[in-house]
């Protein structure tokens, strides 16, 4: 291990009588007058005259030549986002809340020894009280050097905490014969809680928890698992100046995480640079990543080559729009996983490219009318949106969008560990309809999915893809990943969404299937399930030829749209499907309903059979007619309506599942 970094424990703001910082606060009068009162305050005592400056005016190199304290949030403070973005200040537009404040101070981020305090505020009245907080704390004349502080103000004035000693005995307690996973957990939550209230406790039980992660790391060959402890490295570069660590805790704690790094399952590898087709989520990566960043920063070293190979693999990652999973929960992990290397690292390029417009896009498509992403592939929980809540908050912010804050405003809201606790929630940016998803929306599919589709789209068991091998694929302008069907983002107006692709990582079936369809505030046909690779528990039609069953082709293709006033209608076709060419016909008639016509036509002789299968969910067995099925749900009725002679036959999901059909 290089010897022990330099810590820069306290911001030098004023020393005889001159400046040792600046002050930087967001565009505007009201602003201008809140940096002059911290400016007034510093001179009452120091004597020294701190110039304020506008912040949408400074370079954020500023930010490695000057100390500064730092006035506002990410949103109207472009020096702010950049330390938001590596996760030194966590306010949001709603956290601590409208009135609550923040003075706390970050101390070397860029590894150039500058140093920040930070009165953070969403407005202008919150920044304010976090001035006066700072005047208040000041000493009574003199210089002024300001120590380590992490305070938070909740609107009430009170703090986000309330002191209880004896917990920290129950916490370290609590962590003793816990796995690596289970105590790598303890030792960031305890960080984090600190990082993010204030409460010094969290550092006492950091500071009793570490060493026993430290007893493993020593006895552990390879560690390929990290548990809870993804976050450990940004949170111990928030933490490791606060006065409570000795100089000798600081050298125990490096060294740790310097063995850890040698130790890492990613340590001394190198990386794939011109990867074809996306990998998938990969969270481990999140943590290889910041034990780079954190010793090429401080201690200028590529430890284990980590620098070099997430450098490579994220920027390989970082080229693709979408997932190598066609499923919106792991694909929303895949993508978080990226822009956890976007945002720190400053990789403008995923957004100026247009790739990170893309991936915005697609989740505005996938996103149904109740709030949920669409059930397709490995997805059991309805409802959920996962973190396409946090995807579109950040694409809105990146791109200021604000098609994308009406995106996430309809969704159940954000998951707050996915970015290290950064939400961008913010309210600079107001909501507007996405009216370019209205109507009948093709996603495209990606040229690497038709490319490698032999690759990216394997099926199981192995020896069917010999069986898809042989399948005619359409032509490349015809295939498409999704369609979507919606005059609204209203939960009480249609949402149709089908799928243009089958098999894969985490993928099902779904090709010329109906993923989902919402309509008046319920699930009317759902396709949500966990390893549900059968064709039959999917909305589509399954063929048999002389009573056997040959697996959906991998690609489907469109050959007509139509979208009017009052109507919307597609043909998708499958050729060469179990000896058939299928042809899905959807007519719209919007608001109204959906009328489904299935053509097919055998291109080999044979006995053939037929299933058209649609799942609903219904709080009782559904009710059978001459011409419909019945489900009633959540005191909503939807109905599948024959205008043929089709026989129904209702079952339940296999293993049987409540409301399930």
């Known amino acids: 291990m290089p010897p022990l970094k330099t810590f820069y424990t306290e911001v030098p703001v004023a020393h005889g009588g001159a400046p040792n910082c600046l002050i930087a606060v967001p565009p505007g009068d009201e602003y201008a007058q809140v940096g002059a009162k911290i400016a007034a305050g510093i001179k009452k005592v120091s004597g020294a005259d701190i110039p304020v400056q506008d912040a949408s005016t400074m370079s954020p190199e500023t930010l490695q030549s000057s100390n500064m304290i730092l006035v506002g949030y990410f949103a109207n403070n472009p020096l702010v986002e950049r330390l938001y973005d590596e996760h030194y200040v966590a306010l949001d537009a709603q956290w601590p809340g409208a009135g609550g404040y923040v003075v706390r101070t970050v101390h070397d981020p860029a590894g150039k020894g500058t140093c920040f305090v930070y009165l953070g505020g969403a407005d202008t009245e919150s920044v304010t009280k976090a001035a006066d907080d700072f005047i208040a704390s000041l000493p009574e004349k003199g210089d002024i050097s300001y120590p380590h502080t992490v305070k938070v103000v909740m609107p009430d004035g009170s703090l986000p905490y309330k002191p209880d000693p004896d917990t920290i005995a129950n916490r370290v307690e609590a962590a003793k014969g816990k796995n690596f996973g289970a105590l790598g957990g303890i030792v960031t939550e305890a960080a984090t809680s600190y990082y993010l209230t204030g409460n010094p406790e969290g550092l006492e039980v950091f500071g009793q928890t570490i060493p026993m992660l430290g007893e493993f790391v020593r006895k552990l060959g390879k560690i390929d698992a990290a548990g ?51 990998v998938g989520n990969y969270h481990t990566g999140r943590l290889s990543w910041d034990i780079a960043r954190y010793f090429h920063k401080y201690y200028d070293v590529d430890v284990a080559n980590l620098w070099t190979t997430m450098s490579v693999f994220f920027q390989s990652k970082a080229k693709f729009w979408r997932s190598s999973e066609d499923c919106p929960g792991y694909g929303g992990a895949t993508m978080i996983d990226t ?17 990170g417009r893309r ?22 929980k309805m409802g959920s949106a996962g973190y396409w809540g946090n995807i579109l908050r950040i694409c809105a912010w990146k791109y200021r969008d604000g098609r994308y804050v009406y995106g996430h405003d309809r969704t159940p809201g954000l998951v707050r560990q996915a970015m290290c606790h950064n939400t961008y929630l913010e309210d600079e940016i107001e909501p507007v309809l996405p009216a370019d998803m209205l109507g009948v929306h ?33 032509p490349r302008e015809e295939c498409f990943d999704k369609i979507t069907f919606r005059s609204s983002y209203e939960p009480q107006d249609q949402y149709l969404i089908l799928g243009g692709i089958s098999h894969g990582y985490h993928a099902h079936p779904d090709g010329n299937s109906i993923i989902e369809f919402t309509d008046n505030r319920r699930y009317c046909l759902f396709d949500s399930g966990y390893f549900v690779p059968d064709t039959v528990e999917h909305n589509t039609l399954v063929v048999y030829r002389e009573g056997l069953f040959e697996p959906v082709p991998r690609l489907t293709g469109l050959a007509a749209l139509g979208d009017f006033s009052k109507l919307g209608m597609t043909q998708t076709y499958l050729n060469g499907y179990n000896g058939v060419n299928w042809r899905r016909n959807i007519i719209w008639k919007k608001e109204k309903y959906f009328l489904v016509i299935d053509e097919v036509e055998a291109e080999e002789g044979g006995n053939y059979g037929m299933n058209a299968i649609f799942r609903t969910l219904s709080e009782g067995t559904p009710q059978l007619s001459a011409d419909r099925v019945s489900a009633m749900y959540k005191g909503a009725p939807f109905n599948i309506i024959s205008a043929s002679h089709t026989r129904f036959k209702t079952t339940s999901t296999t293993p049987p599942t409540g409301v399930r059909y």
């Not at 999915?449 to 068991?461: F, I, M, S």
């Open 228 to 278: 809870g402890a993804i976050h450990l490295l940004n949170m111990w570069d928030n933490v490791e100046e606060a006065p409570q660590f000795t100089a000798q805790d600081r050298a125990q704690i490096t060294g740790i995480l310097w063995e850890f790094a040698h130790k890492w399952i990613d340590a001394n590898e190198t990386g794939e640079e011109d990867r074809p087709t996306p």
């Open 339 to 355: 822009l956890y290397y976007v945002m720190p690292a400053g990789y403008e390029q995923f957004w100026e490219s247009g790739t």
């Open 359 to 380: 991936m915005g896009d697609y989740g505005l498509a996938i996103i149904n009318n109740l709030g949920g992403h669409a059930g397709f592939g490995d997805t059991s």
């Open 442 to 474: 093709v996603v495209p599919l990606p040229d690497w999915v038709y490319e490698y589709r032999d690759k990216v789209l394997g099926t199981a068991p192995k020896q069917m893809n010999a069986v898809l091998d042989t399948d005619p694929t359409p």
